[in-house]
Each structure stands twice: as structure tokens, then as C-alpha cells.
């Protein structure tokens, strides 16, 4: 194998697409914003980022309804304890806002300020080859992997965002912390950066599709799992979880291994179990709004949501196009 095609590359984003439409110019003022906001203290930003995510509480009726979904079947909670935890959950969705300016503008310095416990970094440092770093969408999920990063050397995939203006700060801010990145869609070139002695960051605890899935018990109910991480099963490739867990603004990051399993399915189920015990470490720092059941489903779970679907068909047939 050409050792150089199998090292690490970091993406370049496309400026002038970040800058083709007056939608992306409104989105630009709003980042100016966002970046100004990262020079607020900590505890302020978080105190705004309460506010900011009862706001969305309220105008996200989907998203609230989802989530409220999601919560009960995972965590078999309802009334009152239900609706006090969909409230907390929204609310740090809005503090993740801000701790992803915080990720991706402030200094390595006031990065290390941060209140950061790790446990059990000989999981990754010791072993003798790259490792997959499977991680969670926790609402803080930016300001993990800039952890993460101060920790061990990392590469990691990323999900093009519609919005180009999004995706060029996205991609530029991780750049400068990532060693190399993929799309979505480069999954097999991961596999050779990850036999080339680099550590590989995963998410993979979201409902991807079933081209790409088994369904596997989560929570005690069946979800469409992805099957990225048993490309490694009989690889000798080491695999962890690396969680990042808010406690009382202490960010805590715990590395878990995947062991050894005879089979695919086997694989799974220890990974979504080992996913299931860290969620519920901070259940109210998960991010519940995605539909992770919504694959395989003998009838709708979630309510319908026309105009996003329209939306989607749009972005379909204009893709079709090109």
C-alpha cells in the first residue's frame, strides 16, 4: 500500500460556495455574532445559553415532541419528570451553542482553564496501533472533540451541512485542531488512516439508514445501528468509546473498551450498551431531537413534518441535477 495515500488530509472548504447567497450572508452576521459572544466569560455564556434553549424549547414544537419521544422509550420516564427533562435538555442544547464558539475560537489556553477530568488514557495512548474513537452526539459534541484533541492526536469524518457558510466555519475551526478529516461518504479511506497508526473519531449512535445498518437493541428497543465499527472486527483494530460528560461544569472524559467479539452483532450490542451507560451518566446532555427510531418502524413514531420534509425532497431533486 502507497503509505501516502493513506495519510491523513485535512479538507478544504469552499469559500465562494460559503459566500453564494443572500441566505448564507444572514448566516455570516450571524456568526460574527457568535464569534464576539466567545470572548464572554464561561459562566455567562452558559447562563445565556440557558435562555437561548428555552427559546428554542418554545418554537421547536417538532423537535420538543421528538426528543419527549426518544426520552420516554429510552429512559421509561413520563409526567411531570418527562416534561422537567426535555426542558433541560433544550436548555443545554443551548449551551451548546456557545460551547461550540468556545471550541471553535478560543486559545488552547483558555481551553485548558475549562474544568476537564480524564480517566483512562492509557486506553488510547498504549496501544499499538490507530485506534477508532467512537463518540456520542451529546449536545456539547463540538467542545468534546477540541477536548478530545488536547489529549491525543485525531482524525474524524464530518456530515457536509446544507447551510455552506456553516460548513466552511465548521470545517476551517476543526482544521485547526483535526489532523485530517472525511466526509460522510469516504468511509474506507478511514480504515487506512486507522491502519496507518491514526486514531479515528466515530459517532456512531445516530439512525444512519438501513443501507448501512443492523438493527441492534438500544435501550431495550430495536434501532437501525450502523456498521462502520465492524469493519474492524477481525482487523485486530483496537476500538473505545471516548465520553465526554458534563457534571456541574466539569467535563468529564472517560475512555471504555470495546472488546473483543465474536460477531458483528455482538460487536453492536456491546457498543450501544457501553453508549446507553454514558447517556445515562447525563441523560439531559444527549441529544435527543434525532429520530434514532425511525428506521424499521412497522408504523410512523414521530410526527410528520411536512415543510422539513418538502425541504428535503427540494435539496434531493437539485442534487439529481447536478
Same mark, same amino acid.
Given at each position: 500500500?502507497?503509505?501516502?495515500?493513506?495519510? #491523513?488530509?485535512?479538507?478544504?472548504?469552499?469559500?465562494?460556495?460559503?459566500?453564494?447567497?443572500?441566505?448564507?450572508?444572514?448566516?455570516?452576521?450571524?456568526?460574527?455574532?457568535?464569534?464576539?459572544?466567545?470572548?464572554? #466569560?464561561?459562566?455567562?455564556?452558559?447562563?445565556?445559553?440557558?435562555?437561548?434553549?428555552?427559546?428554542?424549547?418554545?418554537?421547536?414544537?417538532?423537535?420538543?415532541?421528538?426528543?419527549?419521544?426518544?426520552?420516554?422509550?429510552?429512559?421509561?420516564?413520563?409526567?411531570?419528570?418527562?416534561?422537567?427533562?426535555?426542558?433541560?435538555?433544550?436548555?443545554?442544547?443551548?449551551?451548546?451553542?456557545?460551547?461550540?464558539?468556545?471550541?471553535?475560537? +478560543?486559545?488552547?489556553?483558555?481551553?485548558?482553564?475549562?474544568?476537564?477530568?480524564?480517566?483512562?488514557?492509557?486506553?488510547?495512548?498504549?496501544?499499538?496501533?490507530?485506534?477508532?474513537?467512537?463518540?456520542?452526539?451529546?449536545?456539547?459534541?463540538?467542545?468534546?472533540?477540541?477536548?478530545?484533541?488536547? @489529549?491525543?492526536?485525531?482524525?474524524?469524518?464530518?456530515?457536509?451541512?446544507?447551510?455552506?457558510?456553516?460548513?466552511?466555519?465548521?470545517?476551517?475551526?476543526?482544521?485547526?485542531?483535526?489532523?485530517?478529516?472525511?466526509?460522510?461518504?469516504?468511509?474506507?479511506?478511514?480504515?487506512?488512516?486507522?491502519?496507518?497508526?491514526?486514531?479515528?473519531?466515530?459517532?456512531?449512535?445516530?439512525?444512519?439508514?438501513?443501507?448501512?445498518?443492523?438493527?441492534?437493541?438500544?435501550?431495550?428497543? +430495536?434501532?437501525?445501528?450502523?456498521?462502520? #465499527?465492524?469493519?474492524?472486527?477481525?482487523?485486530?483494530?483496537?476500538?473505545?468509546?471516548?465520553?465526554?460528560?458534563?457534571?456541574?461544569?466539569?467535563?468529564?472524559?472517560?475512555?471504555?473498551?470495546?472488546?473483543?467479539?465474536?460477531?458483528?452483532?455482538?460487536?453492536?450490542?456491546?457498543?450501544?450498551?457501553?453508549?446507553?451507560?454514558?447517556?445515562?451518566?447525563? #441523560?439531559?446532555?444527549?441529544?435527543?431531537? @434525532?429520530?434514532?427510531?425511525?428506521?424499521?418502524?412497522?408504523?410512523?413514531?414521530?410526527?410528520?413534518?411536512?415543510?422539513?420534509?418538502?425541504?428535503?425532497?427540494?435539496?434531493?431533486?437539485?442534487?439529481?441535477?447536478?
Amino acid at each position: 500500500m502507497d503509505r501516502l495515500k493513506s495519510l #491523513p488530509e485535512k479538507t478544504e472548504p469552499n469559500l465562494i460556495k460559503a459566500l453564494s447567497s443572500f441566505k448564507s450572508l444572514l448566516t455570516w452576521l450571524g456568526i460574527g455574532l457568535l464569534r464576539l459572544t466567545s470572548y464572554l #466569560p464561561y459562566s455567562i455564556l452558559m447562563n445565556l445559553g440557558d435562555v437561548i434553549g428555552g427559546l428554542i424549547y418554545k418554537v421547536s414544537p417538532h423537535r420538543r415532541e421528538i426528543s419527549k419521544i426518544n426520552i420516554k422509550l429510552c429512559l421509561d420516564i413520563k409526567d411531570n419528570e418527562l416534561d422537567t427533562l426535555v426542558r433541560d435538555n433544550f436548555r443545554a442544547i443551548g449551551r451548546g451553542i456557545f460551547e461550540m464558539a468556545i471550541a471553535w475560537w +478560543s486559545s488552547d489556553k483558555k481551553i485548558k482553564k475549562l474544568d476537564t477530568r480524564l480517566l483512562n488514557k492509557e486506553l488510547i495512548e498504549d496501544a499499538q496501533t490507530g485506534v477508532l474513537v467512537l463518540i456520542k452526539h451529546s449536545t456539547h459534541l463540538e467542545l468534546d472533540l477540541r477536548l478530545l484533541s488536547q @489529549h491525543f492526536d485525531l482524525t474524524g469524518m464530518y456530515k457536509s451541512q446544507t447551510n455552506e457558510a456553516i460548513n466552511y466555519v465548521m470545517i476551517r475551526a476543526r482544521n485547526n485542531y483535526i489532523l485530517g478529516s472525511l466526509t460522510n461518504k469516504e468511509a474506507m479511506k478511514a480504515v487506512k488512516w486507522i491502519r496507518s497508526g491514526k486514531n479515528f473519531l466515530y459517532a456512531a449512535d445516530q439512525d444512519y439508514g438501513l443501507k448501512v445498518s443492523k438493527m441492534i437493541p438500544f435501550f431495550g428497543h +430495536s434501532a437501525a445501528t450502523v456498521t462502520f #465499527p465492524a469493519l474492524f472486527l477481525k482487523k485486530d483494530i483496537k476500538i473505545v468509546v471516548a465520553d465526554v460528560c458534563k457534571i456541574d461544569d466539569t467535563y468529564e472524559i472517560e475512555i471504555k473498551n470495546i472488546e473483543s467479539s465474536a460477531s458483528e452483532e455482538e460487536l453492536l450490542f456491546e457498543m450501544n450498551k457501553t453508549y446507553e451507560e454514558f447517556i445515562k451518566k447525563d #441523560p439531559s446532555g444527549y441529544l435527543w431531537m @434525532h429520530r434514532r427510531f425511525k428506521s424499521g418502524q412497522t408504523e410512523f413514531l414521530y410526527p410528520k413534518w411536512t415543510n422539513r420534509e418538502k425541504r428535503r425532497e427540494k435539496r434531493r431533486e437539485n442534487r439529481n441535477k447536478d
